[in-house]
């Protein structure tokens, strides 16, 4: 779907549910509360509980299986925002981070949002300056079906919204983990009870989510894992 042919493909007269929902989406999120007082440098700060995990490349989490913990640096401050909020009221289900969550103030979200939005170990590679990897017909025809690109955007890296995730590039074990937490487990200890992700991924089988979730890995993209120390 990065592709104009596929993006042509997913429009809003083709999918009017789903155009309908992100419209929604989008709506509800500009008439949330703005995140205020935004500091990167406070967020480098309050970071040290996150870069256990976060700042180490390939670096791995065991539950609720074994997959690699989501690149984070270079995400919208906006998105890791709305993130941390779910994790802190109990919509992502995920005990360690909300754990960590429930422990930070909103100006600490703020901060953290800010530092992770800018740390980067160098220049973002866009999209438009690499080649992009073409789907076969049968994950192309999926992610059609899902309409991914209506909000995550061209390329998967320029969502429709702030607040919408960047998913290009990202890693594949953790894709396939997140779209599955919205559906039929979406009460579980590691759920998301997502309304809109939940509709999303109904109609796939595992096998259909783990294809869309390899090739959105495959993608160039703006994500990165910024080695840190854990000592500091």
Same mark, same amino acid.
């Given at each position: ?62 539950? @609720?299986?074994?997959?690699?913990? #989501?690149? *984070?640096? &270079? =995400?919208?401050?906006? /998105?890791?925002?709305? +993130? $941390?909020?779910? !994790? ?70 320029? @969502?429709?919204?702030?607040?919408? #995730?960047? *998913?290009? &590039? =990202?890693?594949?074990? /953790?894709?396939?983990? +997140? $779209?599955?937490? !919205? ?50």
């Amino acid at each position: 779907m990065p592709q104009t042919t596929l993006e042509s493909t997913m429009s809003h007269a083709r999918f009017p549910a789903v155009a309908a929902v992100a419209t929604l989406a989008v709506a509800a999120a500009s008439l949330a509360a703005p995140v205020r007082a935004q500091d990167a440098a406070e967020g480098a700060k309050k970071a040290a509980m996150c870069i256990g995990c976060h700042g180490i490349p390939g670096y791995q989490a065991s539950f @609720p299986e074994i997959h690699k913990v #989501p690149m *984070i640096s &270079g =995400q919208s401050g906006a /998105y890791i925002a709305a +993130a $941390l909020g779910a !994790y802190k009221k109990g919509e992502r289900k995920h005990p360690t981070m909300h754990g960590i969550a429930a422990s930070l103030s909103e100006k600490d979200i703020a901060d953290l949002a800010a530092y992770y939005e800018k740390n980067l170990r160098s220049p973002i590679k866009t999209v438009a300056a690499t080649s992009a990897v073409q789907p076969s017909a049968v994950v192309a025809a999926l992610l059609a079906k899902g309409a991914c690109a209506s909000c995550h955007g061209a390329g998967f890296d320029k @969502p429709i919204s702030p607040a919408y #995730p960047k *998913i290009a &590039g =990202q890693h594949a074990d /953790y894709l396939y983990l +997140a $779209l599955r937490s !919205y559906g039929p487990t979406a009460h579980t200890p590691a759920g998301r009870a997502n309304p809109i992700m939940g509709a999303q991924v109904k109609p796939f089988t595992r096998a259909e989510l783990k294809a869309m979730a390899d090739y959105l890995a495959s993608l160039p993209g703006e994500l990165q894992t910024v080695p840190q120390s854990r000592f500091r």
